[in-house]
């Protein structure tokens, strides 16, 4: 009893190294969405509200301004022109002609746009930065949310999957 | 060339410090003279070489060479000299041969100032902080090297983050580091004291003058940050329970046990091996800071640019040295035998109440640190842990320790009389009481448990003064007889005492009676805040050596006087495009009037935030007490360093 | 570091950095009373892309856009629970500072006080053995 007692540090640390190497792993950055699992939140923009949004199809948070946005513009053309994936952008905090000529110059694989110029949409979505996806199913509930700019990695372990596909 | 030296010495640094990791152990059970001796050298030599990097590397910094990648990357030419310099540690690498120079320096202090250690003791304290220097030197080497060059180089750096160009950061992070890094002697002692198997009243008075530096270091070091925080964040604050700040507060919660327990090791070889594992916890502490900060498992933004593959290496120095540690104590510690026995009600029995309070609060601090971490781990969901947590277990944790501050030393060993005691105590009760009415006269009940904490305490230091003086007992001769001769540790313990005292008071008053305004000002307009008049007379454009600047003007009035005027600043740095606020403060040492500035709207005015903090300065002035009181003890001649065979001449003196 | 991980991670950085200090005057709310309900509350809502930060006191601009919803809902007549609330479905628990009891969290909470029984646990232990 009095040697295990002697013992019973080293087993903490031992349990405590070896929940920090797991957690080496982790991102903190990542924060998982309470939108998972329920409907679209409610928001209306210009050019984009809830009703418009018909799944299955992907809501993707955008903004000129926004250098990841830029890296995965050709993921979201391919999957628009290629996959015939419906896809919803909403431009965060960004003036409509910047928006739109952000979409002029890369393209737009958009099938609507709304302009959410003071972020108040992004508040209904939850965003805490662009970009962000968010993946809606056939009956219109948010299935899975993609933070960051999306790579063909999580395009295809995430997202098609949710999608149904 | 200069980066190639440094880089070379480094290197020699490490094969140093491999050698003296080996040799001298095997030289201390083979009872080779020679083999011990050389811990000594080695322990010099691996100190004079990592100067010389460190140099290096300054030099790289002062001359804004580019072609050295970290130089390139934390500097630009611009910046004024100091911050030149100082940016030698504002980074991961920089900071790590900063941690390694302490490191090395304090492994050089054993060797020089060690003479009094028995031989083998010794050898095997400078082979245990030889390893922990090895590991340290060959994570600097292979993940982290700070001389790596860029071709070709650029023609100017990136910046420093102009939040790090300021003096208080600026010298925040040596202070630290040689309280984290003082703790590995600590660690060491413990760890070379279970390879012989040995734990006396020698051995606890070795420990504490280096837990004692570390320790001021330490205090020192986080009411430096503590301080920075409050007037360079904006708002005010002075601790936000960040897991950067619960880093270095974990390794002072457990430090502080260490002190204390080591006393009750050193008087009545009582909570030996207990003292051992706070030994080893308290660095231990130090490795877990060092790997949250720079590994980026619990931040994102702030900490240094981090990399999965350094918080691989640091979590395995950390594993293999508390891991190995705690084994060596699983399989010595129980054999160390017992102490001599004490009552519950004794000084010992307080001592261990001090200890109990002291870790329980750093196990829970620890866990509110990580519990985010592991929910992640386990994918249980994401939560903040922020202060409302760590204020609602902390102080009720601590409350108990603040109450038996001042009856602690009153205590006899062996076996106290708390009845006596408190009787002594009747005029520190009574401070308490008349703080707590003060207080409640103002409708703040947690402010009269704080006040009245801070009264009794402090009140409680001056009184065990006094007891040991017999003030008012004796003729004012005999006192001042007795003053003269009191031991350093009596006045540093006090004096520690009596910093924690006003720090309690700091923090209560600041807490319960701050005055707040946020305010659109034009030009002309007038505030009221705390019997002030506070009036914008407008604001300029002002250029900084390295950045632009909107200066207000406030006319801080005092019954229609002028009494003082104000200039806050918002900043902008070009090269790291990022904005800063600079807060204006106007002292009292009684209270700060704390004013910042934020936009201006054309219509409305400027935003103008006015803060009135009562007893705000007093948590850095404590602070400073309480590093003094460590420093006061350290110079006890019972514990200084080079005076043993002097002391054997003259026993009387012990 | 991945790429996109540290393009996300220099995103974070731009956004959280402080592009105008906390709260403006001109956010704030003409009813004292209501003003006073909203910075109490906004003391305790975490800026989600800050490290540790409360949104009253952080100046990204995410934060100031909490701090607009939660005066928006505060005017529209939310208790203060529906205005966390109306937080906490968006953003999840994270957002507050104070972690909810929980199942996920009783740990959290519950073990303060288990340290401390266990340190009395040792003490007495230590006691008793040396009767």
């Given at each position: 009893?009095?040697?295990?007692?002697?013992?019973?540090?080293?087993?903490?640390?031992?349990?405590?190294?070896?929940?920090?190497?797991?957690?080496?792993?982790?991102?903190p950055?990542?924060?998982?969405?309470?939108?998972?699992?329920?409907?679209?939140p409610?928001?209306?923009?210009?050019?984009?509200?809830?009703?418009?949004?018909?799944?299955?199809?992907?809501?993707?948070?955008?903004?000129?301004?926004?250098?990841?946005?830029?890296?995965?513009?050709?993921?979201?053309?391919?999957?628009?022109?290629?996959?015939?994936v419906?896809?919803?952008?909403?431009?965060?905090?960004?003036?409509?002609?910047?928006?739109?000529?952000?979409?002029?110059?890369?393209?737009?694989?958009?099938?609507?746009?709304?302009?959410?110029?003071?972020?108040?949409?992004?508040?209904?979505?939850?965003?805490?930065?662009?970009?962000?996806?968010?993946?809606?199913?056939?009956?219109?509930?948010?299935?899975?949310?993609?933070?960051?700019?999306?790579?063909?990695?999580?395009v295809?372990?995430?997202?098609?999957?949710?999608?149904?596909? | 060339?200069?980066?190639?030296?440094?880089?070379?010495?480094?290197?020699?640094?490490?094969?140093?410090?491999?050698?003296?990791?080996?040799?001298?152990?095997y030289?201390?059970?083979?009872?080779?003279?020679?083999?011990?001796?050389?811990?000594?050298?080695?322990?010099?030599?691996?100190?004079?070489?990592?100067?010389?990097?460190?140099?290096?590397?300054?030099?790289?910094?002062?001359v804004?060479?580019?072609?050295?990648?970290?130089?390139?990357?934390?500097?630009?030419?611009?910046?004024?000299?100091?911050?030149?310099?100082?940016?030698?540690?504002?980074?991961?690498?920089?900071?790590?041969?900063?941690?390694?120079?302490?490191?090395?320096l304090?492994?050089?202090?054993?060797?020089?100032?060690?003479?009094?250690?028995?031989?083998?003791?010794?050898?095997?304290?400078?082979?245990?902080?030889?390893?922990?220097?090895?590991?340290f030197?060959?994570?600097?080497l292979?993940?982290?090297?700070?001389?790596?060059?860029?071709?070709?180089?650029?023609?100017?750096?990136?910046?420093?983050?102009?939040?790090?160009?300021?003096?208080?950061?600026a010298?925040?992070?040596?202070?630290?580091?040689?309280?984290?890094?003082?703790l590995?002697?600590?660690?060491?002692?413990?760890?070379?004291?279970?390879?012989?198997?040995?734990?006396?009243?020698?051995?606890?008075?070795?420990?504490?003058?280096?837990?004692?530096?570390a320790?001021?270091?330490?205090?020192?070091?986080?009411?430096?940050?503590?301080?920075?925080?409050?007037?360079?964040?904006?708002?005010?604050?002075?601790?936000?329970?960040?897991?950067?700040?619960?880093?270095?507060?974990?390794?002072?919660?457990?430090?502080?046990?260490?002190?204390?327990?080591?006393?009750?090791?050193?008087r009545?070889?009582?909570?030996?091996?207990?003292?051992?594992?706070?030994?080893?916890?308290?660095?231990?502490?130090?490795?877990?800071?060092?790997?949250?900060?720079r590994?980026?498992?619990?931040?994102?933004?702030?900490?240094?640019?981090?990399?999965?593959?350094?918080?691989?290496?640091?979590?395995?120095?950390?594993?293999?040295?508390?891991?190995?540690?705690?084994?060596?104590?699983?399989?010595?510690?129980p054999t160390?035998?017992?102490?001599?026995?004490?009552?519950?009600?004794?000084?010992?029995?307080?001592?261990?109440?001090?200890?109990?309070?002291?870790?329980?609060?750093?196990?829970?601090v620890?866990?509110?640190?990580?519990?985010?971490?592991?929910?992640?781990?386990?994918?249980?969901?994401?939560?903040?842990?922020?202060?409302?947590?760590?204020?609602?277990?902390?102080v009720?944790?601590?409350?108990?320790?603040?109450?038996?501050?001042?009856?602690?030393?009153?205590?006899?060993?062996?076996?106290?009389?708390v009845?006596?005691?408190?009787?002594?105590?009747?005029?520190?009760?009574?401070?308490?009481?008349?703080?707590?009415?003060?207080?409640?006269?103002?409708?703040?009940?947690?402010?009269?448990?704080?006040?009245?904490?801070?009264?009794?305490?402090?009140?409680?230091?001056?009184?065990?003064?006094?007891?040991?003086?017999?003030?008012?007992?004796?003729?004012?001769?005999?006192?001042?007889?007795?003053?003269?001769?009191?031991?350093?540790?009596?006045?540093?313990?006090?004096?520690?005492?009596?910093?924690?005292?006003?720090?309690?008071?700091?923090?209560?008053?600041?807490?319960?009676?701050?005055?707040?305004?946020?305010?659109?000002?034009?030009?002309?307009?007038?505030?009221r805040?705390?019997?002030?008049?506070?009036?914008?007379?407008g604001?300029?454009?002002v250029?900084?050596?390295?950045?632009?600047?909107?200066?207000?003007?406030?006319?801080?009035?005092?019954?229609?006087?002028?009494?003082a005027?104000?200039?806050?600043?918002?900043?902008?740095y070009?090269?790291?495009?990022?904005?800063?606020?600079?807060?204006?403060?106007?002292?009292?040492?009684?209270?700060?009037?704390?004013a910042?500035?934020?936009?201006?709207?054309?219509?409305?005015?400027?935003?103008?935030?006015?803060?009135?903090?009562?007893?705000?300065?007093?948590?850095?002035?404590?602070?400073?007490?309480m590093?003094?009181?460590?420093?006061?003890?350290?110079?006890?001649?019972?514990?200084?360093?080079?005076?043993?065979?002097?002391?054997?001449?003259?026993?009387?003196?012990? | 570091?991945?790429?996109?991980?540290?393009?996300?991670?220099?995103?974070l950085?731009?956004?959280s950095?402080?592009?105008?200090?906390?709260?403006?005057?001109?956010?704030?709310?003409?009813?004292?009373?209501?003003?006073?309900?909203?910075?109490?509350?906004?003391?305790?809502?975490?800026?989600?892309?800050?490290?540790?930060?409360?949104?009253?006191?952080?100046?990204?601009?995410?934060?100031?856009?909490?701090?607009?919803?939660?005066?928006?809902?505060?005017?529209?007549?939310?208790?203060?629970?529906?205005?966390?609330?109306?937080?906490?479905?968006?953003?999840g628990?994270?957002?507050?500072?104070?972690?909810?009891?929980?199942?996920?969290?009783?740990?959290?909470?519950?073990?303060?006080?288990?340290?401390?029984?266990?340190?009395?646990?040792?003490?007495?232990?230590?006691?008793?053995?040396?009767?």
């Open positions: 009893m009095r040697r295990l007692l002697f013992l019973a540090p080293l087993a903490v640390f031992a349990a405590l190294a070896a929940w920090l190497y797991v957690g080496l792993g982790g991102d950055a990542r924060i998982p969405s309470p939108l998972v699992g329920r409907p679209a409610a928001f209306a923009v210009d050019g984009l509200a809830t009703a418009d949004l018909e799944g299955p199809a992907l809501v993707n948070i955008f903004a000129s301004w926004c250098v990841p946005c830029r890296a995965e513009h050709p993921l979201l053309t391919h999957l628009a022109e290629e996959q015939g419906a896809i919803y952008g909403i431009a965060y905090k960004d003036r409509p002609e910047a928006a739109n000529a952000f979409l002029a110059e890369l393209g737009n694989p958009y099938r609507k746009v709304g302009y959410d110029e003071d972020g108040g949409a992004g508040v209904e979505w939850g965003v805490t930065g662009v970009p962000e996806t968010f993946v809606l199913d056939a009956g219109g509930m948010v299935a899975f949310k993609h933070t960051g700019p999306l790579t063909p990695d999580a295809r372990r995430d997202l098609l999957p949710a999608l149904g596909r | 060339m200069t980066a190639e030296l440094g880089h070379f010495a480094l290197a020699l640094a490490l094969g140093l410090a491999l050698l003296q990791a080996a040799l001298p152990l030289g201390a059970s083979r009872g080779r003279p020679a083999l011990m001796d050389l811990a000594r050298h080695t322990a010099l030599g691996q100190f004079v070489l990592t100067a010389i990097a460190f140099a290096a590397l300054a030099r790289a910094y002062v804004s060479d580019f072609s050295v990648a970290a130089v390139a990357q934390n500097s630009h030419s611009l910046k004024p000299l100091l911050y030149r310099l100082t940016g030698v540690w504002g980074n991961h690498e920089g900071s790590l041969l900063l941690w390694l120079l302490i490191l090395t304090f492994g050089a202090m054993v060797a020089v100032f060690g003479g009094s250690l028995r031989k083998t003791f010794q050898a095997r304290v400078l082979a245990v902080q030889a390893m922990i220097g090895a590991g030197l060959a994570f600097t292979f993940t982290s090297n700070p001389f790596q060059r860029v071709w070709p180089p650029p023609l100017d750096g990136a910046g420093l983050n102009p939040l790090l160009q300021d003096p208080g950061l010298f925040h992070p040596p202070l630290l580091y040689f309280g984290y890094v003082g590995s002697v600590a660690f060491s002692f413990a760890v070379a004291a279970l390879i012989e198997g040995k734990v006396d009243r020698a051995w606890a008075r070795w420990v504490r003058p280096w837990t004692l530096a320790w001021a270091g330490l205090t020192a070091g986080i009411a430096l940050g503590s301080w920075w925080a409050y007037y360079e964040l904006g708002w005010g604050g002075f601790w936000f329970w960040d897991p950067v700040e619960n880093a270095s507060f974990m390794p002072w919660l457990a430090a502080t046990a260490l002190l204390h327990s080591a006393i009750a090791a050193e009545r070889e009582a909570l030996r091996s207990w003292t051992v594992l706070l030994a080893i916890l308290a660095f231990s502490l130090s490795l877990l800071g060092a790997f949250l900060v590994s980026g498992v619990l931040t994102s933004v702030h900490a240094f640019a981090t990399d999965p593959e350094r918080g691989v290496f640091i979590l395995l120095l950390l594993g293999i040295a508390t891991g190995g540690a705690l084994a060596l104590y699983a399989w010595r510690a160390l035998g017992k102490g001599a026995p004490f009552r519950p009600v004794s000084r010992e029995g307080a001592l261990l109440l001090n200890n109990l309070v002291l870790v329980t609060a750093c196990a829970t620890l866990l509110g640190t990580l519990y985010p971490l592991f929910l992640d781990a386990l994918d249980a969901g994401k939560v903040s842990v922020g202060p409302p947590y760590f204020t609602a277990t902390f009720p944790l601590v409350a108990p320790a603040l109450v038996a501050m001042a009856i602690g030393p009153m205590l006899a060993w062996k076996r106290g009389d009845a006596g005691a408190l009787g002594r105590l009747w005029l520190a009760a009574l401070g308490a009481a008349l703080a707590a009415g003060a207080a409640f006269a103002y409708g703040e009940t947690l402010a009269a448990l704080g006040l009245a904490a801070a009264a009794w305490i402090g009140l409680g230091a001056l009184v065990e003064w006094g007891e040991r003086l017999r003030v008012g007992r004796t003729p004012a001769g005999e006192v001042w007889r007795r003053a003269r001769s009191m031991p350093r540790a009596a006045w540093g313990g006090g004096l520690a005492h009596l910093g924690v005292a006003v720090v309690v008071a700091g923090i209560t008053a600041s807490q319960c009676f701050q005055s707040e305004l946020i305010l659109a000002m034009k030009p002309g307009d007038s505030a805040i705390a019997g002030y008049t506070i009036r914008y007379d604001s300029a454009r250029e900084g050596p390295n950045y632009r600047a909107d200066r207000a003007t406030l006319s801080v009035l005092r019954d229609g006087a002028p009494a005027v104000l200039a806050p600043e918002r900043r902008f070009p090269v790291e495009r990022q904005h800063t606020t600079e807060a204006a403060i106007r002292t009292t040492v009684l209270a700060d009037l704390y910042v500035i934020g936009e201006e709207d054309p219509q409305a005015g400027r935003t103008v935030r006015l803060y009135h903090n009562p007893l705000v300065p007093w948590i850095w002035i404590g602070a400073i007490v590093a003094l009181g460590a420093l006061i003890s350290l110079s006890d001649r019972r514990l200084r360093l080079a005076v043993p065979v002097r002391r054997r001449r003259h026993p009387a003196t012990a | 570091m991945t790429r996109p991980a540290a393009i996300l991670a220099l995103l950085a731009l956004l950095a402080p592009a105008q200090a906390a709260l403006d005057a001109s956010e704030m709310l003409a009813d004292p009373a209501l003003e006073a309900r909203a910075r109490a509350l906004a003391k305790g809502l975490r800026c989600v892309v800050c490290q540790n930060q409360s949104i009253d006191d952080s100046g990204a601009d995410l934060a100031r856009d909490l701090r607009r919803s939660l005066r928006a809902r505060l005017l529209a007549g939310d208790s203060d629970e529906e205005a966390i609330g109306y937080l906490t479905e968006r953003y628990d994270y957002v507050l500072l104070e972690p909810p009891l929980k199942p996920a969290t009783w740990a959290l909470w519950f073990a303060p006080v288990g340290f401390a029984a266990v340190a009395l646990a040792l003490a007495l232990r230590y006691f008793r053995r040396r009767e």
